[in-house]
């Protein structure tokens, strides 16, 4: 199975930085996606952000260009990097990577398992 090895989250003050690193054991040419979701308490997983292949983003409008994310292929490895933490920004952060073998071929999910972000003072 794919795996999927996460790092960098923690504890930071309001106004602080954090960048998230996602690296997963999979080609390069197989993986058709890597992106950013995140789960507050009480609330569902949201979409943070995310990258395709060709290195084309997505990011959720709220968070009004304050993350911004990467991707490095050679490595598999997707980057968050999080600036002007907010306390709403608290939440487990999870790594999300879609594969595909093919352009034909059905697209697997698979997730990481999860990295705390806290934001406080």
């Known amino acids: 199975q794919v795996q999927i090895v996460e790092s960098g989250g923690g504890l930071v003050q309001p106004g602080g930085s954090l960048r998230l690193s996602c690296a997963a054991s999979e080609t390069v040419f197989s993986i058709y996606s890597m992106g950013w979701y995140r789960q507050a308490p009480g609330k569902g997983r949201e979409l943070v952000a995310a990258i395709n292949s060709a290195g084309s983003t997505n990011y959720a409008r709220s968070l009004e260009g304050r993350f911004t994310i990467s991707r490095d292929n050679a490595k598999n490895t997707a980057y968050l990097q999080m600036n002007s933490l907010k306390p709403e920004d608290t939440a487990v952060y999870y790594c999300?990577?879609?594969?595909?073998?093919?352009?034909?071929?059905?697209?697997?999910?698979?997730w990481g398992q999860g990295t705390q972000v806290t934001v406080s003072s």
């Open positions: 999300k990577v879609d594969i595909r073998s093919a352009d034909d071929s059905p697209i697997y999910r698979y």
